[in-house]
């Protein structure tokens, strides 16, 4: 039987500012009723070829006692969330580059850049991270304010990370991710070659809101937020294409 296969890309990034559009800055609504914004007020945004830069140095962004608030300094969110087929694969393919400042060496989570995939119907998430010499594919299922998370007699929360050194550094790469949700299947590709599958995925997405990002990912202290000693970075995002195929 032939394969039917459809594509959209998402891009629009010269509408970035209007946050009507395509994209807008994320966040999550605390408790409090406020809303904690990932938006650093010093971010540069250019917009040329297609291609989306934003340059942050540095980080000023943190909170004190959530991690995620924590980690995300400055970060797009998708407008539309994509519905994930329920038989068939869902493939994102893009490129991004990440050239941190004044990072420390040897340490990927002191700042990189990211593609998220985000399910906020269970807490559910697909990433790339990108920083000066290595990446890491991400899979995780995370207690996001206000999300609520499927029970489970298995773990419930889980962020399982697998680090890689074999890409261009500080250099434009090819990333893909590609979800079958019949066969609870994901695969994380990059400049063509397959570099990690997850099979028997314990939960179902349902959809995925893209998140494009400036992020750290260090440990909250009893004292707060450690992610700050004055570095930032400089992201660069390609549109995404993205293939339905049933």
């Known amino acids: 039987m032939k394969k039917l296969q459809k594509e959209m890309v998402l891009g629009n990034f010269h509408t970035i500012l209007t946050e009507s559009e395509t994209w807008r800055i994320g966040g999550f609504p605390l408790p ?4 904690h914004e990932f938006r650093e007020p010093e971010a540069v945004v250019i917009v040329r070829n297609d291609e989306l830069y934003v340059r ?3 980080f000023t962004k943190s909170h004190p006692s959530v991690q995620f608030l924590d980690n995300a ?9 994509i519905k994930v087929p329920d038989d068939g694969t869902i493939s994102f393919h893009w490129k991004m580059r990440s050239r941190p400042i004044g990072t420390h060496a ?10 998220n995939l985000l399910d906020f119907t269970t807490g559910a998430a697909l990433d790339f991270f990108a920083g000066n010499d290595q990446f890491a594919s991400v899979y995780a299922v995370l207690p996001f304010p206000g999300v609520s998370v499927p029970e489970t007699d298995k773990t419930r929360y889980f962020c399982i990370f697998k680090e890689e050194k074999e890409f261009k550094d500080r250099e ?6 590609t979800y079958n949700r ?11 070659s397959t570099v990690r599958t997850e099979k028997n995925v314990p939960i179902k997405f349902n959809e995925f809101k893209v998140a494009l990002g400036l992020m750290t990912e260090k440990d909250l202290s009893s004292e ?8 930032g970075i400089i992201g660069e995002w390609s549109p995404m294409k993205i293939t339905f195929e049933e």
């Open 224 to 231: 707060g937020s450690t992610s700050l000693h004055g570095q």
């Open 106 to 115: 040897n340490d990927l989570y002191d700042g990189f850049v990211s593609v």
């Open 172 to 177: 434009w790469n090819e990333y893909q991710i």
């Open 73 to 81: 300094k400055h970060m797009y969110y998708s407008n539309e969330s």
């Open 32 to 35: 409090d009723g406020s809303f």
């Open 182 to 192: 019949e066969a609870d299947e994901v695969i994380f590709a990059v400049n063509g």
């Open 56 to 58: 942050v140095n540095p």
